[in-house]
């Protein structure tokens, strides 16, 4: 479905960071699961158990909620699996309220902006060196 153009990958001609790393290239072909590394921006829909970290409450409506979790279960270790003839199927639906308000509104912009740097400085409190990576982003 693919190759025909029925199916295709998650935003991914708009933006392309949230699944970068997956490398979907690569899972077309694959035949055995392979290991992937966080990247700044990174968005993929996971499988975890439930007592992984929550999402964080700062982050309601649109954006930085995903790439905000995602940088937490890096920092505490999660692996980031991708799995060959595994895939989810997002339903199209019409733009959300808040992406429209992220869209034209220079305050939720800056709103969102403020609380992504209060959340990576927290990331530096909480993980201490190995969270450099964190902070550095979107700088």
């Known amino acids: 479905m693919l190759d025909m153009g029925t199916l295709y990958t998650f935003r991914y001609h708009v933006w392309q960071k949230g699944h970068a790393p997956t490398n979907f290239a690569k899972w077309r072909t694959s035949t ?3 290991k992937i590394q966080w990247e700044a921006d990174f968005e993929p829909y ?12 700062r982050f ?8 905000a979790h995602i940088m937490e279960l890096d920092a505490q ?3 980031f699996i991708v799995l060959p003839n595994a895939f989810m199927i997002h339903m199209p639906h019409a733009p ?8 034209s509104s220079e305050q939720y912009r800056e709103c969102l902006k ?6 990576q400085r927290d990331m530096a409190k909480k993980y201490g060196f190995k969270a ?5 982003v979107d700088k």
Not at 52 to 57: G, S, V
Not at 60 to 67: D, E, P
């Open 46 to 57: 996971v499988v975890v158990k439930k007592d992984c970290p929550q999402y964080d409450t």
């Open 60 to 67: 309601v409506g649109f954006g930085w909620n995903k790439v």
């Open 132 to 136: 450099l990576k964190y902070v550095a």
């Open 32 to 34: 055995t699961p392979y």
């Open 96 to 103: 959300s309220f808040d992406i429209a308000k992220f869209r």
């Open 114 to 119: 403020i609380l992504k740097s209060e959340f």
């Open 77 to 79: 270790g999660y692996e």
